[in-house]
T-cell receptor, first 113, second 111 residues
Framework: AQSVTQLDSHVSVSEGTPVLLRCNYS??????LFWYVQHPNKGLQLLLK??????LVKGINGFEAEFKKSETSFHLTKPSAHMSDAAEYFC???????????FGAGTILRVKS | DVKVTQSSRYLVKRTGEKVFLECVQD?????MFWYRQDPGLGLRLIYF???????EKGDIPEGYSVSREKKERFSLILESASTNQTSMYLC??????????FGPGTRLLVL
C-alpha cells in the first residue's frame, strides 16, 4: 500500500529565504504525487501535481517539487518565502484505485518577518 | 470555476444525536470523498463513492455512513454522534484525472 512521510511537522523560515518541505513516499508502482496547501480556516488547494512526465514540477505561487525515484522523495521548494506562504502543506500520493489519495501528516510552515 | 460546497462551516451537536453533513459539487465529477482532519494526523478517508448509489469504505468508516442518491451530492451521516467524532470534515470530488477538489470544511463539535 502507498504511504507518505512528511519529515518535518513544523518549518520556520524568514521572509525572503528559501523554503524546503520534505516528503518521502512508498508506492508499489509509478505513483501520482501532489502537494496541497491549506491556509487557516480554508479548504485544501492544489499546489502542484506529478504524473510521470517531467520530474521537476512547477506549481502555483512560485513553488516547485522534484520527483526523485531513486530516493523516493518529492520535496517542495520555493526560492523566496513570502508572509502569505504561511500555511499547512500536505504531500499526497495516489493509490490509483478509485482515485484514492493518501495524505501525509502535514507540515506547518511559519514565515517570520 | 470548480466548486465544492458544504452545508455548514460550524456545527455543535450533542452526544447521541444523528448528524448529517452535506456536500455538493457542480463539476459533474464521478468520484466524491469524505475525510476527517485532525491535528498531526493529516486527512483520513472515511468513505468514498465512484458513482451514484455506490459507496466504498475508506480507512476509518466506523461510526459513519454515507448516501449518494444524486451525482452531485454526497452526504455523511453520523448515526449517533460521539465526542471522539469532534473534528474537521472535508468533502472532495474528482474526475478520472485524480486531482481532488475540496470544499471549505465543516468543523463539528460534539458535546
Amino acid at each position: 500500500a502507498q504511504s507518505v512521510t512528511q519529515l518535518d511537522s513544523h518549518v520556520s523560515v524568514s521572509e525572503g529565504t528559501p523554503v524546503l518541505l520534505r516528503c518521502n513516499y512508498s508506492s508499489s508502482y509509478s505513483p501520482s504525487l501532489f502537494w496541497y496547501v491549506q491556509h487557516p480556516n480554508k479548504g485544501l488547494q492544489l499546489l502542484l501535481k506529478y504524473t510521470s512526465a517531467a520530474t521537476l514540477v512547477k506549481g502555483i505561487n512560485g513553488f516547485e517539487a522534484e520527483f526523485k525515484k531513486s530516493e523516493t522523495s518529492f520535496h517542495l521548494t520555493k526560492p523566496s518565502a513570502h508572509m502569505s506562504d504561511a500555511a499547512e502543506y500536505f504531500c499526497v500520493v495516489s493509490e490509483g484505485y478509485g482515485n484514492k489519495l493518501v495524505f501525509g501528516a502535514g507540515t506547518i510552515l511559519r514565515v517570520k518577518s | 470555476d470548480v466548486k465544492v460546497t458544504q452545508s455548514s462551516r460550524y456545527l455543535v451537536k450533542r452526544t447521541g444525536e444523528k448528524v448529517f453533513l452535506e456536500c455538493v459539487q457542480d463539476m459533474d465529477h464521478e468520484n466524491m470523498f469524505w475525510y476527517r482532519q485532525d491535528p498531526g494526523l493529516g486527512l483520513r478517508l472515511i468513505y468514498f463513492s465512484y458513482d451514484v448509489k455506490m459507496k466504498e469504505k475508506g480507512d476509518i468508516p466506523e461510526g459513519y455512513s454515507v448516501s449518494r442518491e444524486k451525482k452531485e451530492r454526497f452526504s455523511l451521516i453520523l448515526e449517533s454522534a460521539s465526542t471522539n467524532q469532534t473534528s474537521m470534515y472535508l468533502c472532495a470530488s474528482s474526475s478520472s484525472t485524480e486531482t481532488q477538489y475540496f470544499g471549505p470544511g465543516t468543523r463539528l463539535l460534539v458535546l
